[in-house]
């Protein structure tokens, strides 16, 4: 539907017109704001031909009832429950400039609440007490000096113009948060930006900008804005509606300097082969976006400084690096948190990556049934240049141990073929070799695990018949027979399923005959039932780990 050439006004508003792309809340609720996708008549037959709507795409996608199309007219489009179609008259587009915001928000404190007058009543004698607030004095001096201060957050001030005596006024401002507000365009941005010559971190979250149709910085050179961001390392557009990265690229020459850039809370799923500019971005973040595909993550390797990225809550379910020497060769630090990685070469696709140090990957499907000791064990067997698993560093003590762990493990846990009689490390089948990228180079560092090779070629010779317990639940005990390689974390495996108690809630005990009055503590799920010398009709009992209250903290 064709668009009006001229901006359309409401009577009170008509110092500032109303333009395809502003922001606009509905009062009098103005934390909900929107922005304008069309302006014009309703395409109905009731419809007064003089009466303008306003069709709105709230940031809010529970605030709308419709993705633009009503009664099978096509006003504009976005997502579902984001649209609605509002007469002109009950918008507000205007607000406060940003010096207003500023005075309102750290303002002195007034008069009236100075520290002799306020009381507060004691409990127990319900005797109203003088309450002196003290540093106050400190706090509205520094409060009255404007050009002092450093960082300035202004979220949800309802902003939406720029001051002309902002560089006389707070000319020291180093961290800016003005998301939430009524700015509109990226000029509008730069207008203040250009104004704060020690800006280095820049907070735009939850803002909406027109689109752009050139690089940002010519537009910033025709308005004469060149220098608005020549010197913010840090930008964030979390929660912005962004989904199309050659948005992103177009701000690129605008921010020379950027070193982290936030995307987070948008709807990203796919990116343009061969991403590249940014020479300086070491940081991105791309949480709880809609990336299902890692194939879709390797089209941002051409971002050369990049040594962080983000990905937790998406919907990746695999990870490769066809070629380590040209792709993410100088990451360092990945977080894939919250994932559909269930596989383990994904993991050992890791160890391909030339500088990874940092992982952080729990919780995804392949560590469900793992416990935490068992699934930093594993990777830091099979990723061999990890310094950092899940928060937790990793000390060289920790990778030997790791190390020798994960090649005995791999074997014990690997069904080798039948009657085969392996007896150096080179007769194991090449699929092994291939499931276990690491065993060769490790078995070669400490030796082959030739005892656990041969016990993996006959485990039934070595079965047990065992009973699981649990005494939260009046089930009688479940009976198994297992191999006697079998871990204390695979038993916790099924004590989940048989008793629905989570892998790390878990205690395993059990007593090395009947007349044994004290149960034994299986503390190491590494371990097998022989090493704990479990044998046959032994009952392992399953309890609730005990959590001493002096371990939980307050919550507020």
């Not at 020459?253 to 987070?264: D, I, N």
């Not at 919250?338 to 596989?343: P, S």
């Amino acid at each position: 539907m064709d668009q009006p050439e001229q901006p359309i006004l409401a009577p009170e508003q008509v110092i500032s017109p109303l333009t395809l792309n502003r922001r606009v809340y509905r009062p009098p609720d103005a934390k909900q704001l929107g922005t304008v996708r069309y302006i014009g008549p309703l395409q109905s037959p009731d419809a007064k031909s003089d009466e303008v709507f306003v069709g709105v795409e709230w940031d809010d996608n529970t605030r709308g009832k419709h993705n633009g199309v009503v009664n099978g007219v096509t006003y504009f489009e976005c997502e579902a429950g984001c649209g609605s179609l509002v007469p002109l008259n009950k918008l507000c587009w205007t607000g406060i400039s940003f010096l207003e915001a500023l005075d309102e928000k750290y303002k002195p404190v007034p008069a009236q609440f100075s520290a002799e007058e306020l009381y507060v009543v004691d409990a127990r004698t319900l005797h109203q007490k003088k309450f002196e607030l003290v540093g106050m004095d400190k706090i509205e001096n520094k409060q009255k000096q404007l050009d002092k201060l450093v960082e300035v957050a202004l979220s949800g001030y309802l902003i939406s113009k720029v001051d002309a005596t902002v560089a006389t006024t707070t000319p020291s401002i180093v961290e800016l948060d003005v998301s939430h507000n009524l700015l509109s365009t990226w000029l509008e941005i730069a207008s203040l930006t250009v104004q704060l010559p020690q800006l280095r971190v820049l907070d735009l979250n939850s803002s909406r900008f027109a689109p752009l149709d050139a690089p940002l910085s010519a537009s910033l050179a025709s308005a004469s804005l060149a220098s608005a961001f020549q010197h913010v390392k840090v930008l964030v557009l979390n929660s912005c509606g962004l989904h199309d990265w050659s948005q992103i690229a177009l701000l690129d020459s605008a921010f020379p300097v950027l070193e982290e850039l936030h995307l987070c809370w948008n709807r990203f799923r796919a990116f343009p082969d061969n991403v590249s500019g940014f020479e300086s971005l070491q940081t991105l973040n791309l949480e709880s976006n809609q990336i299902d595909s890692w194939s879709e993550v390797l089209h941002l390797s051409g971002l050369k400084s990049l040594q962080k990225i983000t990905l937790n809550d998406n919907q990746i379910s695999q990870i490769t690096l066809p070629n380590p020497d040209t792709q993410f060769t100088s990451l360092r630090m990945l977080a894939i948190i919250g994932n559909r990685i269930a596989d383990w070469k994904s993991i050992d696709a890791l160890d391909r990556f030339h500088a990874l140090e940092w992982l952080r990957f729990s919780p995804n499907p392949l560590v469900t049934d793992l416990s935490a000791t068992l699934a930093r064990t594993l990777f830091v067997g099979r990723v061999g240049k990890l310094v950092s698993f899940n928060g937790s560093a990793i000390r060289e003590k920790d990778r030997q141990e790791a190390e020798k762990y994960y090649i005995k493990y791999s074997v014990r846990h690997y069904p080798l073929p039948p009657n085969s009689t392996p007896d150096k490390v080179k007769d194991l089948p090449a699929e092994f070799y291939e499931a276990h990228p690491r065993y060769q180079a490790l078995a070669e560092k400490y030796g082959a695990p030739m005892s656990e090779i041969r016990e993996a070629q006959n485990l039934q010779e070595e079965l047990i018949h065992i009973s699981l317990s649990c005494r939260l639940l009046p089930t009688p005990p479940s009976k198994k027979l297992l191999p006697a390689s079998t871990t204390v974390s695979n038993l916790k495996v099924m004590c989940k399923r048989l008793f629905q108690l989570e892998v790390d809630e878990q205690t395993l005990w059990f007593a090395a005959s009947k007349d044994d009055p004290v149960p034994e503590l299986m503390d190491d799920d590494t371990r097998s039932l022989a090493y704990y010398g479990v044998k046959e009709s032994t009952e392992i009992i399953c309890e609730k780990k005990f959590v001493p209250k002096s371990s939980f903290k307050k919550q507020y």
